[in-house]
């Protein structure tokens, strides 16, 4: 079992570009969250995707965006980049209603310049 | 979701028993108290999780008081590799599919 899987492992955009973040859960896992995690902080909740439909969204704007395939693996979109969008996004993976942990993958670090 | 209150940083001698401390004093009765800790350069990885009973599993225990109020993780044979970031949660529900509430966490330094 890879577990959750995430790519690229590092990005590089310029200000004002868009960027797309790819995840796969893992194995048996339907449901998707995204999480922002700036340079010394904890993780901050994003939105979390199951049965291809946003179910849950925290307090980010528009520009930030999600797609979750029918094979559950799940894409992050964020556009008109800013420079404090440079952070560690993380994906997790759970369980639909019966798992109770959230397995986090690596994560993609991405640098808004 | 309750607020959780941590130490920014402790160390803890390796092979000693490392206790890190929680305090969750608006804690609701339907309310669950996750650990999950995040090694340099990973994703966060969950520990445990408890109600009001403590519990135990191959990582650690959970310690809970009767109020609720507060918790204790405890790492019984600290390693090396225990050095991280740990996460006290508080939330509802115990299904993975809610949302996780992090704060700045408890940096863990384990000294060889």
């Known amino acids: 079992d890879a577990g959750v899987t995430q790519s690229p492992t590092h990005l590089i955009k310029t200000r004002g570009q868009q960027v797309t973040l790819r995840c796969s859960p893992k194995?048996?896992?339907?449901?998707v969250s995204w999480y922002q995690q700036a340079l010394g902080q904890g993780p901050q909740f994003i939105f979390q995707?199951?049965?291809?439909?946003?179910?849950q969204r925290g307090n980010f704007p528009d520009r930030f965006s999600g797609h979750q395939f029918p094979n559950y693996s799940s894409e992050l979109n964020v556009n008109a980049l800013l420079l404090g969008d440079s952070a560690l996004y993380l994906c997790?993976?759970?369980?639909?209603?019966?798992?109770?942990?959230?397995?986090f993958g690596p994560g993609t670090r991405l640098t808004v310049t | 979701d309750a607020k959780t209150t941590q130490p920014t940083s402790m160390d803890c001698a390796e092979g000693r028993a490392a206790n890190l401390p929680c305090n969750h004093s608006t804690i609701s009765g339907n309310e669950y108290v996750y650990w999950y800790r995040q090694i340099h350069s990973q994703g966060p990885q969950y520990i445990i999780h408890g109600l009001k009973n403590n519990e135990t599993n191959e990582m650690a225990s959970l310690i809970i008081t009767e109020d609720r109020k507060s918790s204790t993780l405890i790492l019984p044979h600290a390693t090396l590799r225990d050095t991280a970031v740990y996460y006290c949660i508080v939330r509802v529900g115990v299904f993975g599919n809610e949302k996780l509430t992090f704060g700045t966490g408890t940096r863990l330094t384990i000294i060889p």
């Open positions: 194995s048996g896992h339907d449901t």
């Open positions: 995707y199951y049965e291809e439909e946003e179910r």
């Open positions: 997790a993976s759970t369980e639909g209603t019966s798992g109770y942990e959230q397995y």
